[in-house]
């Protein structure tokens, strides 16, 4: 008789990647959004409290949908992908590769997901580029006094949104042949976002055109 293995391995935290800019310019735009339609209700007459609640309807879930709510979460077995108005699940098996050109983004099935919370800075690039041409420069010199070895880094730079790509590359090929990385790509629309969003807008025009 032959003793079963076990198959499952452990699944660690998911890793989590967001742009911390872009929750700072969420929370500011909620701040503000609070403030302009909070004082139109107190001071406003008419209309003009309704429109106000129509438009922070409207508003504030595009603010959060496109500012605070874009995430990564990886762990051995999948990545999942939040985006303002959809949530893709991709075990790593189905990922044909991640990569980051004008933006970042994951191939999977034949189709291509944006990861909206790994913005790729062109500038942040070639400021990268520039430090690991003089990094390769400075290796390649001999005859480098103590002080000079001492200023090389230990590895070049990368962009962030670059770094992260490679991360996720990785993990993808490293967790492709896991038993729990097989299946499909799912893709779930974030109705709790889109729903108040497009009501909001409805009430925004019925009040204006009836104003």
Same mark, same amino acid.
């Not at 391995?9 to 967001?18: A, H, L, S, T």
């Not at 309807?57 to 595009?62: F, M, R, S």
């Given at each position: 008789m032959s003793s079963q293995q076990p198959t499952d391995?452990?699944?660690?935290?998911? =890793?989590?990647? =967001?742009s911390s800019m872009g929750v700072v310019s969420g929370v500011l735009l909620l701040a503000l959004t609070a403030w302009l339609c909070g004082d139109a209700v107190v001071r406003g007459s008419g209309n003009t409290p309704w429109? $106000?609640?129509? $438009?922070?309807?409207? $508003?504030? &879930?595009?603010? %959060?949908? !496109?500012?605070? =709510? &874009?995430? %990564? !979460? $990886?762990?051995d077995d999948r990545m999942r992908v939040r985006n303002p108005f959809r949530i893709i699940e991709l075990p790593w098996a189905a990922v044909d590769a991640v990569r980051s050109g004008y933006s970042a983004e994951v191939l999977a099935e034949g189709s291509k997901y944006q990861l909206w919370s790994v913005p790729v800075s062109l500038r942040e690039r070639k400021k990268a580029n520039r430090q690991r041409l003089r990094y390769e420069g400075l290796r390649d010199r001999e005859? =480098?006094?103590p002080g000079e070895k001492a200023k090389v880094p230990a590895e070049p730079m990368r962009a962030s949104a670059d770094r992260i790509v490679d991360e996720l590359q990785r993990l993808a090929e490293r967790g492709a042949e896991r038993p729990g990385a097989q299946g499909s790509v799912r893709v779930h629309w974030s109705y709790e976002i889109i729903a108040p969003a497009v009501v909001g807008a409805l009430l925004l025009i019925v009040l204006v055109a009836t104003r």
């Open positions: 391995e452990p699944v660690y935290d998911d =890793r989590v990647y =967001r429109i $106000a609640l129509a $438009a922070a309807l409207c $508003a504030v &879930p595009l603010i %959060v949908a !496109f500012t605070i =709510r &874009p995430a %990564v !979460f $990886a762990n005859g =480098r006094s």
